[in-house]
């Protein structure tokens, strides 16, 4: 069972940045695809970016293209995410999460980190 422990949330000023960090307790080099979510309050968990395997291949949400950036660090078994011209509407918690194949469900996932932008 592959464990999910994210840190680097916090509260930034409108236009600053931040980075998350997701360590796994496992090697990932085996998880096809690992991702960042987020969830605000009253609206749906939604994902923010992912990365296959080695990172090369990437997805982001239309909404944080250009100001995010994914990456994974497969021999220190980390992901992050680097959030810059942060928004106010970016404010929520952020979920780290990872499954093993491309049918699989997001199976693992982290107890989240709290990301506040201030305006």
């Known amino acids: 069972q592959v464990q999910l422990v994210e840190s680097g949330g916090g509260l930034v000023q409108d236009g600053g940045s931040l980075r998350l960090s997701c360590a796994a307790s496992?090697?990932?080099?085996?998880?096809?695809?690992m991702g960042w979510f987020r969830q605000a309050p009253g609206k749906e968990r939604e994902l923010v970016a992912a990365?296959?395997?080695?990172?090369?291949?990437?997805d982001y949400a239309q909404s944080v293209k250009g100001r995010f950036t994914i990456s994974r660090d497969n021999a220190k078994n980390t992901v992050y995410l680097q959030m810059s011209s942060l928004k106010p509407e970016d404010t929520a918690t952020y979920f780290c999460?990872?499954?093993?194949?491309?049918?699989?469900?997001?199976?693992?996932w982290g107890q989240g980190t709290q990301v506040t932008v201030a305006s």
């Open positions: 999460a990872a499954r093993a194949t491309s049918v699989s469900a997001w199976a693992y």
């Open positions: 496992e090697r990932t080099f085996f998880l096809y695809e």
């Open positions: 990365a296959r395997w080695s990172g090369d291949n990437t």
